[in-house]
């Protein structure tokens, strides 16, 4: 089993910055592709962000190409999503996820592990 937490999240205005972080604990292992999904109010959960178990691919959900970043640093186990240029339609849950696959994963269901999520509010 492999556990992720999630933290970073909070309260910021429009244009503002945040960086979630989700760390992994666990029979963890670096051969995961890991990726950020995020759930609104009423809403089905949607994908935000993924990378590869290497590092080097990632894929981001044409409404955050360009503001939003992710990476990750082996030597903590942990995934980042720098979200930057914020809007209020970025409000949701942020959840984090781990695959058992190794190449980038965009749909849901490939998803083994997920987190408890966090809450991220962007004010107009």
């Known amino acids: 089993q492999v556990q992720l937490v999630e933290s970073g999240g909070g309260l910021v205005q429009a244009g503002g910055s945040l960086r979630l972080s989700c760390a992994a604990s666990g029979r963890t292992s670096s051969s995961n592709a890991m990726g950020w999904f995020r759930q609104a109010p009423g809403k089905e959960r949607e994908f935000v962000a993924a990378?590869?178990?290497?590092?080097?691919?990632?894929n981001y959900s044409d409404s955050v190409k360009g503001r939003f970043t992710i990476s990750r640093e082996y030597s903590k186990n942990t995934v980042y999503l720098q979200m930057n240029s914020l809007k209020p339609e970025d409000t949701a849950i942020y959840y984090c996820?781990?695959?058992?696959?190794?190449?980038?994963?965009?749909?849901?269901?490939?998803?083994?592990?997920w987190g408890q999520g966090t809450q991220v509010t962007v004010s107009s």
């Open positions: 996820a781990a695959s058992r696959l190794i190449s980038v994963v965009t749909a849901r269901n490939r998803y083994d592990y």
């Open positions: 990378i590869s178990w290497s590092g080097s691919s990632t």
